[in-house]
């Protein structure tokens, strides 16, 4: 069992910064990949950005790349995700995700959100 603590959401204006962080905790030891997706209201739940915890292989959403910045620390279980020049469209409820692999199976665990809201 993991258990994901996501923080930094917050209102910002357009053009602005946020960092948000997520913070793993648990059976941590066999993390393989930590990300994001995120959720605006009245819209499904779309990929945001993605990192392996190993090889630092990192996969964005085409409507984040070159704006957001995902990395992780592998000694403090923790990703992040920077997030510049946000747009209002950008609003949502930003959610951890991360896989764990033992014995051959893969699992997945999901965070409680965070909410960012950018004001026009």
């Known amino acids: 069992q993991v258990q994901l603590v996501e923080s930094g959401g917050g209102l910002v204006q357009a053009g602005g910064s946020l960092r948000l962080s997520c913070a793993a905790s648990?059976?941590?030891?066999?993390?393989?990949?930590m990300g994001w997706f995120r959720q605006a209201p009245g819209k499904e739940r779309e990929f945001v950005a993605r990192?392996?915890?190993?090889?630092?292989?990192?996969n964005y959403a085409d409507s984040v790349k070159g704006r957001f910045t995902i990395s992780g620390d592998n000694a403090k279980n923790t990703v992040y995700l920077q997030m510049n020049s946000l747009k209002p469209e950008d609003t949502a409820v930003y959610y951890c995700?991360?896989?764990?692999?033992?014995?051959?199976?893969?699992?997945?665990?999901w965070g409680q959100g965070t909410q960012v809201t950018v004001s026009s």
């Open positions: 995700t991360c896989t764990v692999r033992r014995t051959g199976v893969t699992y997945n665990y």
């Open positions: 648990g059976r941590t030891s066999s993390l393989y990949t």
């Open positions: 990192i392996s915890w190993s090889g630092s292989i990192t």
